[in-house]
């Protein structure tokens, strides 16, 4: 700052009239809010949990790589044009699906996918090999779509909800297209679904990259987080009124020091913030809006259909959901609401009250589909097993019929041998 005011001092007394100098010995202080702002940063900043795996969540994510890799490919093929790919094409994007094995590797494993027949690229070229969906496949899509219009009214809350948080009531269409997968929506929910709910949206822009959605109206029975809900219940079951809190509980083997025990404690005794409520005159630094924050990622995580979203996607929501720079240390310091899972190289932040022993408590209604999906693949597993099982018996019995092929070559070699010398002798 000094050798800001000898170099300029018109900038040193711009400075100085917008972030006035602060005495940090407390008591002397006057002002009580400045005291307040610099206890509170500190008691939040300096709080170091140290981050510890758990190996049953983890299990959870990676019990899901397999089928969500032939998700993956399935929405590669059917983004074609005619829902067709020559079976090259899928060989050389590989690396972006992160698919590590050969393109006619992965359709072998996965029979009851997609079919493969001959065709040509243009007239004139070569035959080659083409992939499009099997008849099992075209089956289950039609499933989905009839699960989408089931819960269609839990799609429309859910886009609700995510607008009614935001700051503004409104959400870039581009970031929403990239986390419909994490909350269950249709691929088309913009061009579909958005239109026929004028009451609650309202899409602005011409293109998906300049386009957003606007919250037309408040539902106000969408403005209750699940946390409210759930004190809501337990207070018309046992007839005594329930103060709305974080269920906060680690593991076994899971412990924290004692200074951040006394500091959740006094955390979790500050009044619960409905993450719905306007958050504009809520303090950056204060305790009040880490508790906001905490309250906004577990709404988000409870209505995405696993409980769990990757960080970095979280993270294109810091300024639309009021998040700080270092939201993320949220999952680690409040490690009794929530673990952040480093499986597969990506943050995942998982919502531990929705999992027991690694499994998932109470399933999303969407999430039908994805059973469906699996029971498919395990159909095709199964038959895949069977054919090389097929295939393993029939090079065991080969080779056991080759010794007495052997034998029978033998002995005819020696009979052909003996005849010979016979009529060589006569």
């Not at 005495?23 to 170091?48: E, M, T």
């Not at 032939?70 to 079976?87: F, Q, S, T």
Request: aromatic share 10%.
């Amino acid at each position: 700052m000094q050798l800001i005011m000898l170099l300029n001092p018109r900038i040193h007394k711009i400075i100085t009239q917008l972030y006035p100098p602060i005495r940090i010995n407390f008591p002397s202080i006057p002002n009580f809010g400045v005291r307040d702002f610099v206890q509170q940063w500190a008691s939040i900043s300096s709080l170091k949990v140290h981050w510890r795996k758990d190996q049953l969540l983890d299990r959870a994510i990676q019990d899901d790589k397999r089928w969500r890799l032939c998700a993956r490919v399935v929405k590669e093929v059917l983004n074609e044009p005619g829902r067709v790919m020559p079976l090259r094409y899928l060989e050389k994007r590989r690396a972006r699906l992160r698919l590590n094995v050969r393109a006619r590797t992965f359709i072998e494993q996965n029979p009851v996918l997609f079919d493969t027949y001959f065709d040509r690229i243009s007239p004139k070229s070569e035959l080659i090999t083409f992939i499009r969906p099997s008849d099992s496949l075209l089956r289950f899509l039609e499933e989905e779509k009839r699960i989408y219009v089931l819960n269609e009214p839990l799609i429309v809350a859910k886009l609700c909800k995510l607008l009614m948080m935001s700051k503004n009531k409104v959400i870039s269409a581009e970031k929403l297209i990239h986390v419909k997968r994490e909350f269950g929506f249709p691929n088309d929910f913009l061009s579909n679904l958005v239109p026929r709910y004028p009451k609650y949206f309202r899409l602005v822009g011409n293109s998906v990259e300049n386009s957003f959605l606007e919250l037309v109206s408040w539902e106000p029975d969408f403005a209750r987080s699940v946390i409210m809900a759930r004190a809501e219940q337990e207070e018309r079951l046992t007839g005594i009124r329930v103060r709305p809190s974080f269920n906060w509980k680690l593991p076994p083997g899971f412990f924290i020091k004692k200074e951040m025990r006394e500091w959740v404690r006094d955390w979790m005794e500050t009044p619960y913030i409905n993450p719905y409520d306007n958050a504009s005159h809520l303090d950056p630094a204060s305790r009040e809006m880490e508790k906001r924050m905490v309250g906004v990622l577990h709404e988000l995580l409870s209505l995405s259909l696993f409980k769990r979203i990757p960080v970095p996607i979280l993270g294109k929501f810091t300024e639309d959901y009021r998040f700080s720079n270092a939201f993320s240390s949220a999952f680690t310091r409040h490690s009794g609401i929530f673990y952040m899972s480093l499986k597969g190289g990506i943050q995942t932040a998982v919502l531990r009250e929705a999992y027991k022993d690694g499994v998932l408590i109470d399933q999303d209604p969407l999430l039908e589909m994805k059973d469906i999906f699996v029971e498919l693949l395990e159909e095709g597993w199964k038959l895949r097993a069977e054919e090389l099982q097929l295939r393993r018996e029939v090079v065991r019995k080969h080779r056991e019929l080759m010794p007495l092929k052997n034998q029978e070559l033998q002995f005819q070699s020696s009979d052909e041998e003996l005849s010979s010398g016979e009529e060589k002798m006569w």
